[in-house]
């Protein structure tokens, strides 16, 4: 059974002692190293933001100049596969024409050599006549 006397006014004084020893010795440094772990926990926070943030602008800029370089390496190879293409239709065209006139020079020399062999054929017309006739015949004439 519980008595009162001295010795519940000794425990209950005690408990109160006990009670500002550790909120003063244990409670309130764990209690500030928490606070202080807690805001150095947000400042890092905080500064892998920044820097997620600073890699994003970064690769933003990159990105775009990789675009820009990208388009002018296209653009150059657009102008000169275009510089390209002139000069070989520039080129084929010389050879088409070069062939051409290679063609109507050996046209104008077959039609010489056609109208000079039915000049001579038609010479030599009487000729082949009677030596055919006589060959067909039989007989000279």
Known sequence: MITMDITLVIQIVNMFVLMFL?????????????????????????????????????????????????????????????????????????IKAEADAEKNKQLAEVKIQIVTAGKDLQANLDGFATAMASKILGRSF
Request: zero cysteines.
């Open 22 to 94: 550790l909120n003063a010795i244990i409670y309130k440094p764990v209690r500030k190293i928490l606070r202080d772990r807690a805001t150095k926990f947000q400042e890092m926070q905080d500064d892998v933001a920044k820097l997620q943030d600073n890699a994003r602008r970064r690769q933003e800029e990159v990105d775009k100049k990789m675009m820009l370089a990208s388009g002018k390496a296209k653009e150059a190879l657009d102008s000169a596969r275009a510089g390209a293409q002139a000069a070989g239709d520039e080129k084929l065209s010389a």
